[in-house]
């Protein structure tokens, strides 16, 4: 008895050799779901075999062991009719820059652009071809003499070649006895086609002056005078659209690991015997130094040697404010060094870095995303075996009750021409197209169909502090003052001596100064100019403003001077620490003068944005790599509770969240803007990517909210929602047509217009019902 996939993956030591080795195989030709499950069951068949294939990647993910060879696997996939070959990893000593698009998709970039592009041209071809022969066929007025020879030359391209990929696939399922949604497209093209073939060589169809009537009177007809080629290429050119659609969805798929392996350096600055020599990152060896300069990127993992300055992990780690670093500290590659100059000791290179591991990590939650069957195959996977017994049991009645051949061939086809779902190729197609048109007015971008069965479970929205909730940089919140100082000459001061420092926090003093409104009209004025500045590493600034030496910058750099902070103060220094704002001492003149408070600030929609997300019935949660005051002060002035706050967390540990509040049940939403969040994003069961973030978040993210207003992720569930339920709608409308009619059918009393009006009247409902979504609002 063969085993299954379960069985093989209980095999013990004992019974079998165990996996020793992975693999990734790239694999074309799946289209539907079956096609994945019947691959997936072919290789766990095979000894030692333990495989997982993933439809919406088009990869399959296998451990094998023992006399197993890739050879074998390629070979196995190879039998089933579709195409396998090996994706090679990338290699250790390569960079996550090099480890590039090129390796991590391997073989799967260039195939899925050939199939989108070889579907566009099929589409295109037939739809022109098609449309004269669907319009000849329903308008009696340009039914001219011979009309239906040019429809048959019209139709006869797209039925086999622009069906091709339908007519192969069915070919393929019926060699393994199964049938799916090309099975149905194949064989009711197939059977319009051959109809209309007999009835024009065979029939009365071919002779000069036949016209297409209308007569909606329920009557058996003759087959012999009836065609159906508008049918045939009708359906085809509808399908075609659809599956252009998907592929042009599906060739996305490997853009958020590109997109991730493209934030880290192209080169470095390494020190060769004192001299700095640019090499491309790939070169860089465990314990080479290389430099790091203001504004430039962090070539890999290491630590600081040399200098002291702030370095920007927002992307990476999610922490707002940035990092002070010194002799010893630790920094990630891809960082951004935010203000002086660094010497870097490379720890860790290629593969081994955290920028590669979270590559990993995203690669490894679209892989292993749960697969999404599709609505239609769902309902085919039932509906194509009904039909084909239908028919094969309506021919059998009636040359039993009968013993008319001719009539008992018009009843069968017409069973199988009816349940031809053509309204079914627009169903989801066009409901996506207006869907998706409408999200793009209101800057929501909808990646797929299969991303909208995900927005009706969604019970928990998960949401991502810097950049998402918060502006996602620094700004001047607050300005307290000792008695006697006025706030606009402390912050007159402090952003004079500021506006020279490249440091984030310096330029966020600078830039509230700038916002500030002047005492009379128009700017706050311009700032005096300073003399003798200088950098304090780790502690702050100096300068001369209007000749009072002004200090700017912790505790600690006023004390190195002998000047203490009053209790005030020092107060409002603590309360900002609590709030988890970065707090700035400005002093001149020997006695302290203002506390000023920075902070990533809220946006001012976010709070609104909670309150829309709470209607639809999420539960919010705040999810950061920032310190736990910073995001409980975030949450409560947006209104989520404090036990809903997760903080200081971790890439690797966004994810461990997601998965761990999947694993208790719930259905969970994902909005981020970072590379940290991309992970988590691929990982959820439905991922909402703030447009304004980084295209690795926009990349592994299922829907894009362009404005980076969080107030959108809401009406994003709701579009996407209000579009599932539309396709729903058309899916039952396109097949309850078909179901309603094939009684007729099979009773012989199919009269062809009464068809072909049925057919085109379903496809106008199912488009109106579509066009609904443009009102959307």
């Keep these: 008895m063969p085993q299954t996939a379960s069985d093989t993956a209980a095999i013990t030591p004992d019974a079998a050799p165990l996996p020793t080795s992975e693999v990734e195989l790239a694999i074309g030709g799946m289209t539907c779901a079956s096609c994945s499950s019947r691959i997936e069951r072919k290789l766990n068949r095979i000894e030692g075999v333990t495989a997982s294939v993933n439809l919406a990647t088009e990869k399959a993910r296998v451990a094998y062991g023992g006399e197993v060879a890739v050879g074998d696997l390629i070979a196995t996939v190879e039998k089933l009719g579709y195409s396998a070959h090996e994706i090679v990893p990338a290699a250790p000593a390569s960079s996550a820059s090099s480890a590039s698009s090129d390796e991590a998709g391997a073989g799967a970039a260039a195939p899925e652009d050939r199939e989108a592009d070889g579907l566009r041209q099929r589409f295109t071809v037939s739809a022109a071809l098609a449309l004269p022969v669907i319009l000849m066929a329903m308008v009696p ?150 430099v790091v300069r203001p504004g430039e990127k962090v070539a890999t993992d290491g630590t600081v040697v040399e200098g002291t300055s702030a370095v920007d992990a927002s992307l990476l780690t999610g922490e707002s404010a940035p990092v002070d670093v010194s002799p010893g500290s630790a920094v990630t590659g891809a960082t951004v060094n935010a203000g002086g100059r660094l010497v870097v000791e490379a720890t860790r290179v290629g593969a081994d870095t955290q920028l590669a591991h979270m590559a990993k990590l995203v690669e490894d939650a679209q892989t292993g995303k749960a697969e999404v069957q599709r609505l239609a195959d769902r309902i085919a996977a039932v509906f194509v075996p009904v039909v084909l017994l239908i028919a094969v049991a309506t021919l059998g009645f009636w040359l039993g009750s009968t013993g008319d051949a001719s009539a008992a061939f018009t009843a069968a086809v017409a069973v199988l021409i009816i349940a031809c779902p053509c309204a079914l190729g627009l169903a989801t197609p066009t409901a996506l197209m207006v869907g998706t048109g409408r999200g793009a007015q209101l800057g929501i971008l909808i990646k797929g169909p299969e991303v909208l069965e995900s927005t009706r479970r969604v019970d928990t929205v998960v949401l991502d502090k810097t950049g998402t909730v918060t502006s996602g940089r620094m700004e001047l919140v607050s300005t307290v003052t000792a008695p006697g100082t006025g706030e606009k000459q402390a912050l007159r001061y402090a952003a004079a001596v500021e506006h020279a420092s490249e440091h984030p926090v310096g330029r966020a003093v600078a830039a509230g100064y700038e916002a500030e409104p002047s005492d009379g009209e128009g700017s706050s004025g311009e700032l005096p100019p300073v003399t003798d500045f200088s950098n304090v590493p780790g502690l702050g600034v100096r300068g001369t403003v209007e000749g009072r030496e002004v200090l700017v910058g912790r505790a600690a750099l006023l004390a190195a001077e002998g000047i203490s902070v009053p209790d005030e103060l020092a107060a409002a220094q603590r309360a900002a620490a609590g709030r988890g704002q970065t707090a700035v001492l400005v002093a001149w003149e020997g006695a302290a003068r203002a506390v000023l408070a920075v902070a990533d600030a809220v946006k001012p929609t976010s709070a609104e944005a909670v309150t829309r997300l709470k209607a639809l019935g999420l539960e919010p949660v705040l999810l950061t790599g920032d310190n736990t005051a ?41 909005v981020g803007d970072g590379v940290n969040d991309a992970a988590a994003l691929a990982t959820a069961d439905l991922g909402l990517a703030m447009g304004t973030g980084t295209d690795a978040a926009i990349q592994a993210g299922d829907l894009t909210l362009v404005r980076g207003d969080l107030r959108v992720a809401a009406d994003a569930i709701r ?49 109106s019902n579509s066009l609904r979504l443009r009102r959307f609002s």
């Excluded at 890439?651 to 719930?666: F, S």
């Design 141 to 290: 007025a340009l039914q001219f003499d011979n009309w239906q020879w040019l429809s048959l030359t019209l139709a006869a391209p797209v039925v086999v070649w622009g069906g091709l990929p339908f007519h192969r696939a069915a070919w393929t399922n019926a060699r393994h006895g199964s049938a799916a949604m090309d099975t149905l497209v194949s064989v009711g093209t197939l059977a319009a086609f051959g109809w209309s073939l007999w009835a024009l060589f065979l029939g009365d169809a071919g002779m000069p002056g036949m016209r297409h009537g209308f007569d909606f009177s329920v009557s058996r007809t003759d087959g012999s005078s009836t065609i159906y080629l508008e049918v045939a290429a009708g359906v085809v050119t509808f399908i075609l659209l659809g599956r252009w659609l998907e592929a042009r969805a599906k060739r996305k798929a490997g853009a958020a690991l590109r997109a991730l392996l493209e934030l880290g350096a192209r080169d470095a600055a390494v020190l060769r015997g004192g001299v700095e020599v640019r090499v491309p990152v790939e070169a860089l060896r465990v314990g080479d130094r290389f």
């Design 630 to 670: 910073v995001a409980r002060t975030v949450a409560a002035e947006v209104g989520i509770p404090a036990e809903q706050v997760i903080a200081e967390v971790l890439p690797q540990a966004k994810v461990d969240v997601v998965r761990r509040l999947q694993r208790e049940g719930r259905t969970v939403a994902m």
């Design 719 to 767: 579009l996407a929602r209000r579009t599932l339920a539309t396709i729903k709608g058309n899916l039952f409308w396109a097949f309850g047509y078909n179901v309603a009619a094939l009684p007729l059918a099979a009773a012989g009393l199919l009269n062809p217009m009464i068809a072909g009006a049925a057919m085109a009247f379903s496809s106008v409902f199912v488009v």
